[in-house]
Nanobody, 125 residues
C-alpha cells in the first residue's frame, strides 16, 4: 500500500499560481501512473491530469489544459501539479492518487486505489 500526502494548497487570487505536491511513502511510487483529481462541494470528483510512471505520457482535462502542468520526481517519490492563471472555478479539494486498475482509463477515478487526504485550493475573484 502507498500512502500519499498532498501539500501546497491555499488561497490565491484570480490569475495567481500554486504548486501542489504529493509525497509518496514507498519507492513503488515510481511504478505507478499518477493522477490529480479535484472535487468541489456538491460536485462529483473530476479528473485534472495524469502522468505515466516514466513521465513520457501526460494527459489533461480540457478545463485546465494550457494552465496546468503535471510532473514527477521518482527519486524523491513526489508528484507535482503546477497551476497557473487560476480561476474561481478551480476552487476545490485536490487529490493525488495512484493508478492501480490497469483495465480502467487513467482519467477515470475508479482506476485509482491509493488516495491522499486532499489539499484545499481556493481562488478568489
Amino acid at each position: 500500500q502507498v500512502q500519499l500526502v498532498e501539500s501546497g494548497g491555499g488561497l490565491v487570487q484570480t490569475g495567481g499560481s500554486l504548486r501542489l505536491s504529493c509525497e509518496a511513502s514507498k519507492r513503488t511510487f515510481s511504478t505507478y501512473t499518477m493522477g490529480w483529481f479535484r472535487q468541489a462541494p456538491g460536485k462529483e470528483r473530476e479528473f485534472v491530469a495524469y502522468i505515466s510512471w516514466n513521465s513520457v505520457s501526460t494527459n489533461y482535462a480540457g478545463s485546465v489544459k494550457g494552465r496546468v502542468t503535471i510532473s514527477r520526481d521518482n527519486a524523491k517519490n513526489t508528484l507535482y501539479l503546477q497551476m497557473n492563471s487560476l480561476k474561481p472555478e478551480d476552487t476545490a479539494t485536490y487529490y493525488c492518487a495512484a493508478h492501480v486498475r490497469q483495465t480502467v482509463s487513467a482519467d477515470n477515478w475508479k482506476g485509482y486505489d491509493y488516495w491522499g487526504q486532499g489539499t484545499q485550493v481556493t481562488v478568489s475573484s
